[in-house]
């Protein structure tokens, strides 16, 4: 069987992550060429064989005969090399999300539809080991059908100030991977939007108008809720919890934590924290994303995350910020079709 060759645009942490997994993971796939790396990313890439280095995307699509392209570049580059790799007839995978404008992810969406080319936007926490035992009850029918989700989702700390002035906002860039678990628990779309916010840490977020804690709760179409609180200051780790409930029953996953030893004394039941950094506590989906990636292509199956259900995703997150704004609930038909 053919070995799918793989480009990555953009090697940061998430292509590193991306380059690795492949690598390791995935024996029908190998990585044959990168664009946009430094010279430190270079001698990382070469450490897992690659050799084909580019300047930009360009270059690597005229360079190199690539079967697919991951894009995991900063994300006000990610419309335009969508655009160019469509146009090229390749397989895609981009990180979340397509663009920070609505606009131009409707027209990546027409665009990806139109060519129907292979794509598949990231969100990796779909892939969760303990996320998807979740859905799998779900989907035997173990809790009944699905009325309530409980989702918690804070950081141990914001990024930097600098990385927030382009992050969209705590609900495109953190909160959006909650919505669209939330849709994918409930195997429904989202019909309005209620949030709250505010900052109750560093006051310069503020000054950049953007909010590290919020509560959003989700209204779908069949009746079902979800209610997700959001912290970018969790002092105790990376705090990451679901429960469903339904009219049979209830399911959930806890927090993973540095490991699963525990004591008990006069004090009380003792137990390490959670694990304090994403890439870790979600190694095993970042995996398991890819795996699913390059299955569907390989075996020529529809794509697990389809571009329009980045477009419902980001739809989702505007709805809750223009809802803290203006107050009020927000109907999802307000901000697209």
Avoid: W
Wanted: charged share 20%.
């Amino acid at each position: 069987m053919k070995t799918i060759s793989i480009g990555i645009v953009g090697m940061g942490r998430i292509g590193k992550i991306h380059l690795t997994n492949i690598t390791r993971y995935i024996s029908q796939a190998e990585v044959v060429a990168v664009a946009h790396a430094n010279s430190e990313a270079q001698i990382y890439a070469k450490q897992f064989g690659v050799s084909q280095f580019y300047k930009n995307i360009e270059s690597l699509l005229l360079g190199v005969d690539v079967d697919a392209v991951i894009i995991t570049s900063p994300t006000s580059f990610h419309a335009e090399q969508i655009k160019l790799v469509a146009h090229a007839g390749k397989a895609i995978f981009c990180e979340k999300p397509m663009d920070l404008s609505l606009a131009v992810v409707q027209e990546v969406v027409t665009l990806v539809e139109t060519t129907q080319v292979h794509f598949m936007v990231g969100f990796n926490r779909r892939y969760d080991p303990n996320f998807l035992k979740i859905k799998k009850r779900i989907k035997k029918g173990i809790i009944g059908t699905p009325q309530l989700i409980n989702i918690t989702s804070r950081d141990p700390g914001p990024p930097s100030l600098n990385y927030l002035k382009t992050s969209g906002g705590l609900f495109l860039d953190m909160a959006i991977h909650d919505f669209d678990m939330a849709s994918y628990l409930m195997d429904d779309k989202v019909e309005s939007v209620y949030a709250s916010a505010t900052v109750y840490g560093d006051p310069k977020i503020k000054e950049l108008g953007d909010i590290d804690t919020a509560l959003t709760t989700l209204t779908f179409k069949k009746g079902g809720m979800a209610s997700i609180n959001n912290s970018r200051n969790s002092t105790y780790g990376y705090d990451q919890r679901i429960e469903v409930f339904g009219d049979k029953g209830m399911t959930g996953a806890k927090n993973k934590t540095l490991d699963d030893n525990y004591s008990v004394d006069a004090n009380g039941v003792h137990s390490a924290l959670p694990l304090d950094f994403f890439l870790e506590r979600y190694a095993d989906s970042y995996r398991l994303e890819m795996q699913e990636f390059i299955s569907s292509l390989e075996q020529r199956n529809p794509t697990p995350i389809s571009a329009k259900e980045g477009l419902n995703n980001m739809a989702i997150s505007i709805a809750a910020k223009k809802s803290v704004t203006e107050k009020r609930v927000v109907s999802l038909s307000e901000i697209i079709d």
